[in-house]
């Protein structure tokens, strides 16, 4: 009985197997290491989806030029974005800022780099929170439209206007 001879495992063998085994695992390792990265960046699911709405600037009051603007920018999408500035062909240099409470009723400005829009969510701009703060010309009127350009982090740039009113006839 001559029969074929048994097949051996030898150092070399073995070393060859695994090495052909470690190239598509290391592949998918790399796959996935890159997906997670992804989805928890906020890159999964559908894209932002922003709307601005609801735009409106203060007239100054007193002696000072200096005012405040207000928007409702929703996020009808599947993905967070942030504001992170806003700006205006008339109006000086707009800033975004955060209106904060002291202990003793009063109030004071901070200065924000940026505003963030949650998915699914809206952020609704006020007296109380997050404002755009900006200079006045002196020829404003009631009723004026202010044109103005919100810059987004993932939306890109979104154009809208914002009517000029009194403070507290708006709701506010």
Known sequence: MTGQPLWRPTRHRVTDTLIAALAPVAACSVALGGLTTWVTQGNAGSPARIAVTDGRVYLPFGDTRETAAFFRITNSGGA???????????????????????????????????????????????????????????????GDAVPFTLHFARSGSIRALAVVVRPGTDGE
């Open 80 to 142: 967070d974005d942030r504001l992170l500035k806003v700006t205006s062909s008339v109006g000086g240099d707009p800033t975004l800022s955060r209106h904060r409470m002291t202990g003793g009723r009063a109030a004071y400005g901070q200065t924000v780099d940026s505003a963030a829009v949650p998915a699914g969510d809206s952020l609704a701009m006020s007296p109380y929170g997050t404002d755009v703060t900006l200079r006045a010309q002196e020829t404003w009127r009631e």
